[in-house]
């Protein structure tokens, strides 16, 4: 049984939390307090100037500051809310094709699937600026073959945003894609066999026993790709630098973008803390939806 | 396929299987084809890329875009520093992890689920959260545009010890007390006993942070700020992009993404079934 070491305990935490707590929690903490200074990211903390809400004022504004945060948060809601409207049920598809065992080859489709994964995201933006190139880029020859007209993909402000949370559902769709099926696994196969003698069909057994036996894999899935979808940064800063019109201009850019580059740190610093409220709110009303479906 | 086979086969709905299997063919395809596509262009020559309607296998694969990445950033180096990152913050990750793990597993002391329920949360913060003051504070500490400024701030993580209390919880405590017993200090019972026995799990985790830090982006570019003697592969690709304007250097684009990629592909396809194992594992204990 675990016995009150506590000097061992002391020892064995000391580095994690020391380390956890300087470069993480910390931090965090001077995030929030910056949130409320006029601070410029090239000074010392001690130079801060308390200013109460006028970050917030500032951001929410009606000033180029204000247009340009608030665009940054609806790009980065419609990125987040289209990354995970896809990546949900494409994982779950996904994680049915390789778990079923009727056809082979369900193994080697997952390894293909999760090897995405794996890849850098410079990479992966590198090459889907090339895949989406207008003019030779091999997306819009092969819709050519089907007959479909070519896409402006990254340089229209309609679809740079779209063309984004594509590249980004390519690549993590296998992650989400093994969370799927380590959902599956758990579900008991004599619930099959009985809804099978109960005359139940596919779809059926689908909507009544794998969807609401999924719901807390499923949450989990929400939960990180939320956390996954609000850091994209790669593709942005390489590929449009926010644009074209600022269609593409996502938080972790922006706040990059503000708190770094141009040294506003309390302003840039209001913007994380907005961002970090918001995906508590995001995070809190999702548990609580699943939540209440589960005491229905 | 012999006779039986296929008469049983037969039996089932074989609508259905052709069915799934164009869609499984499908999907792979679809996953695969824009790493496929980039390791074809980096083959390619610079007249090829262009080509409309394009080429999609080079006639005869050449190797010059590789020797034009290796004009235009310092190959060598920047994997050498990407090398240095990832496997120096994965050592720190894999001896902070499994000893913060221990305690938590193995130990009861006040405050403990706070604590773990604390350092936990930080494992859902986005980086760009803590960057701004991070950014200063390395700086303060006279760290930055400098290796050890990307490392330091990453040598321990929520997920690492999470994933190690998991995993050392089912360690039998009989093997622990055993080895107390004889007179064993607690470091040499995490090293001796109780490593070796969640082995996979630490390999797992060893190769995750491996591949993380190597891929990692924001951070590095922002606390080395132009320094590029310590640029890691991943942001000396983005020199290569003053050359992507137009297709004339798609290959060199693409030959550059491939280097970047390849030693983490490596590492995933051998090693594979410890990073499945261990995101199922942490997905089902957690």
Known sequence: ?296 | MSAATRSLARKRPSGRKALLASAMLLVAVASAFPLAWMVLSSLKTPAETMQVPPVWIARTPTLEAYEKVAGVINVGRSMWNSLVIASVTTAGVLVTSTMAGYAFAKYSFPGRSLLFSVLIATMFLPPIVTLIPLYRMVGSLGLSASLAGIIVPNLANAFGIFLMRQFIAGVPDDLIDAARMDGASELLILYKIVAPSIAPAIAALALFAFVYHWNSYLWPLTVLQGNADAYPIVISLSRLLSYNRGAVNTGLVMAGATLAVLPPLILFVFLQRFFVDSIVGSAIKG
């Open chain 1, 1 to 296: 049984m675990a016995k009150a070491f506590r000097a061992s305990a002391g020892i064995m935490l000391a580095p994690a939390v020391t380390l956890i707590g300087v470069f993480v929690l910390l931090p965090m903490l001077l995030t929030v307090w910056l949130s409320f200074q006029d601070w410029s990211t090239q000074t010392p903390f001690s130079e801060a100037s308390f200013v109460g809400l006028g970050n917030f004022h500032e951001i929410f504004g009606p000033t180029s500051v204000g247009r340009d945060f608030k665009t940054a948060l609806l790009n980065t809601a419609i990125y987040t809310a289209l990354s995970v409207v896809l990546i949900l049920p494409l994982s779950v598809v996904f994680g049915l094709l390789v778990y079923q065992r009727e056809v082979a080859g369900g193994t080697a489709l997952r390894t293909v699937l999760f090897s995405t994964y794996m890849v850098p995201m410079i990479a992966v933006a590198l090459v889907w600026s090339k895949l989406y190139s207008p003019s030779e880029g091999p997306l819009n020859q092969l819709l050519g073959l089907v007959g479909i007209g070519p896409q402006p993909w990254l340089s229209s402000p309609r679809s740079a945003l779209v063309s984004i949370v594509l590249l980004n559902v390519w690549q993590q769709v296998g992650y989400f894609t093994v969370l799927a099926i380590a959902g599956l696994t758990q579900i008991p196969g004599s619930l099959y066999e009985a809804a099978t003698l109960d005359g139940a069909n596919g779809s059926e057994q689908f909507r009544f026993i794998t969807l609401p036996l999924l719901r807390r894999t499923l949450l989990f899935s929400a939960v990180i790709a939320i956390i996954n979808a609000v850091q994209v940064f790669e593709p942005v800063a390489l590929i449009t630098q926010g644009g074209p019109v600022g269609s593409t201009n996502v938080l972790t850019y922006h706040i990059r973008r503000v708190g770094i580059e141009r040294a506003q740190g309390g302003l840039g610093s209001a913007m994380a803390v907005m961002l970090m409220l918001s995906l508590i709110v995001c995070v809190s009303a999702l548990f609580a939806f699943v939540n209440r479906k589960d005491s229905e």
